[in-house]
């Protein structure tokens, strides 16, 4: 049993069962501290939600100087992808540049692109247009959503996953979900260059929690998206990163 007071954790998440969240939960419980709604008295505050309702929460609990992981500001802002580009590319962070922006069903075909909605969320839209008729495909299932275009990244169909959880860093492969077939998943460990971009990303966002897409580019590894509280899953030692990180924050 920790011999301080115990910390009070409230949880607005989505899936407060998550992996992620269950073990960080199993540690501090057994260390003797407490979760409780988010309607009570909280020492820190985890988000991992990116709704509405869920950043309102958020906001209650900053009011009244609550810490929380990540904040409702830094986890509502990293849902537009446009303000996420632009606050990378001001931080000196090598980000796949926007090509253009607006609805779908009224902008022109421009080459290969990658096309994604302009606001991040559940079953949103990324998919990659290489010919005018996949494009005609997208925009008649799509007509209405504001998205923006970059040109693709040549890879090899791999996606660079980097998560960092109060300054750890944990990483894997991933298929790329622009490449047909199934999911899958295989071990790696990124380099000095690859380690310090998805550092330096916390900062610039506002994030403790978060993570890093990368790909590998003509001229280095590129950043493509940054996702606060993202699911990390089948990385050991995660659970302990961020339990150690709430104790931290309560405790400050």
Same mark, same amino acid.
């Given at each position: 049993?920790?011999?301080?007071?115990?910390? !009070?954790?409230?949880?607005?998440? !989505?899936? +407060?069962?998550?992996?992620? *969240?269950?073990?960080?939960?199993? *540690?501090?419980?057994?260390?003797?501290?407490?979760?409780?709604?988010?309607?009570?008295?909280?020492?820190?505050?985890? *988000?991992?939600?990116?709704?509405?309702?869920?950043?309102?929460?958020?906001?209650?609990?900053?009011?009244?100087?609550? +810490?929380?992981?990540?904040?409702?500001?830094?986890?509502?802002?990293?849902?537009?992808?446009?303000?996420?580009?632009?606050?990378?590319?001001?931080?000196?962070?090598?980000?796949?540049?926007?090509?253009?922006?607006?609805?779908?069903?009224?902008?022109?075909?421009?080459?290969?692109?990658?096309?994604?909605?302009?606001?991040?969320?559940?079953?949103?839209?990324? $998919?990659?247009?290489?010919?005018?008729?996949?494009?005609?495909?997208? $925009?008649?299932?799509?007509? /209405?959503?504001?998205?923006?275009?970059?040109?693709?990244?040549?890879?090899?169909?791999?996606?660079?996953?980097?998560?960092?959880?109060?300054?750890?860093?944990?990483?894997?492969?991933?298929?790329?979900?622009?490449?047909?077939?199934? +999911?899958? !998943?295989?071990?790696?460990?990124?380099?000095?260059?690859?380690?310090?971009?998805? *550092?330096?990303? /916390?900062?610039?966002? /506002?994030?403790?929690?978060? /993570?890093?897409?990368?790909?590998?580019?003509?001229?280095?590894?590129?950043?493509?998206?940054?996702?606060?509280?993202?699911?990390?899953?089948?990385? +050991?030692?995660?659970?302990?990163?961020?339990?150690?990180?709430?104790?931290?924050?309560? !405790?400050?």
């Amino acid at each position: 049993m920790n011999a301080r007071r115990p910390v !009070r954790v409230a949880l607005i998440a !989505r899936e +407060p069962d998550h992996p992620l *969240l269950a073990g960080a939960r199993e *540690l501090l419980e057994a260390d003797g501290h407490l979760f409780v709604p988010d309607d009570q008295h909280a020492d820190v505050v985890l *988000l991992k939600a990116r709704n509405q309702d869920a950043l309102q929460r958020a906001e209650y609990h900053q009011r009244f100087g609550v +810490p929380v992981l990540n904040s409702a500001a830094a986890t509502g802002r990293c849902q537009d992808r446009d303000w996420m580009e632009r606050t990378a590319r001001a931080a000196g962070l090598p980000f796949a540049p926007i090509l253009g922006r607006g609805v779908l069903g009224q902008l022109p075909w421009d080459g290969p692109v990658v096309v994604k909605s302009l606001r991040s969320r559940k079953e949103d839209l990324v $998919a990659r247009a290489d010919t005018p008729a996949q494009w005609r495909a997208l $925009a008649e299932r799509w007509p /209405g959503e504001p998205v923006l275009t970059q040109r693709p990244v040549d890879g090899d169909g791999w996606d660079r996953k980097v998560w960092v959880v109060g300054g750890r860093v944990f990483a894997e492969q991933r298929r790329s979900e622009l490449v047909p077939g199934a +999911p899958e !998943r295989r071990p790696w460990a990124p380099d000095d260059r690859e380690r310090a971009i998805a *550092l330096a990303a /916390g900062p610039a966002f /506002g994030l403790q929690v978060y /993570g890093v897409d990368l790909l590998p580019g003509p001229d280095g590894p590129v950043a493509v998206d940054v996702n606060a509280f993202p699911g990390v899953r089948h990385q +050991p030692g995660a659970p302990e990163a961020l339990a150690a990180l709430v104790l931290r924050t309560a !405790r400050r």
